[in-house]
C-alpha cells in the first residue's frame, strides 16, 4: 500500500498541476494507460496469489518460485523503491506544506509560526 500512497500523494495531486498545462489533453489518455496497466498488473498478482497462497508479496513469491538469493535481490529494490517513493512524496509535498503554515525566522533565530 505504500506505493500506491506516493503514486497518489505525489503523482495525481502535485505533478498534475504541473502537467495539464503543458501537455494538455495528453494527460488524460496517459492517466488512461496508466489505470490500464495497473488493472493488468492487478489480474497478474491476482493470477500469481492463487498459485502460490503465501502472504503476498513481492518477496514472498520471488522467494517461492526462484529462491533465497533472487528473492533477496528483489527485497532490496523494493526498499530502494520505497525510499525513492519516500522522497517524491516529499519533494512534492513541501512546497503545498509551506504555503499552508509558512514558518518565519525571528531575530533570535528561533522558528516562529504565522501567517504573515
Same mark, same amino acid.
Given at each position: ?14 505533478? @498534475?498541476?504541473?502537467? =495539464? ?9 496517459? @492517466?488512461?494507460?496508466? *489505470? ?16 502460490? $497462497? ?18 533477496? *535481490?528483489?527485497?532490496?529494490?523494493? @526498499? ?14 513541501? $512546497?503545498? #506544506?509551506?504555503?499552508? #503554515? $509558512? =514558518? #518565519?525566522?525571528?531575530?533570535?533565530? #528561533?522558528?516562529?509560526?504565522?501567517? *504573515?
Amino acid at each position: 500500500m505504500f506505493g500506491v500512497g506516493a503514486t497518489i500523494g505525489t503523482g495525481i495531486f502535485i505533478v @498534475l498541476t504541473e502537467a =495539464v498545462p503543458e501537455a494538455g489533453p495528453g494527460v488524460v489518455v496517459s @492517466l488512461a494507460l496508466a *489505470g490500464i496497466t495497473a488493472a493488468l498488473t492487478a489480474v497478474c498478482y491476482a493470477e500469481l496469489a492463487s498459485t502460490i $497462497p503465501v502472504s503476498g508479496s513481492s518477496y514472498s513469491y520471488t522467494y517461492a518460485t526462484m529462491g533465497e538469493n533472487v528473492a533477496f *535481490g528483489v527485497a532490496a529494490c523494493l @526498499l530502494l523503491e520505497y525510499g525513492v517513493s519516500a522522497a517524491a512524496v516529499a519533494v512534492g509535498a513541501v $512546497p503545498q #506544506r509551506a504555503t499552508l #503554515r $509558512p =514558518v #518565519r525566522l525571528s531575530h533570535s533565530g #528561533r522558528h516562529q509560526r504565522g501567517a *504573515g
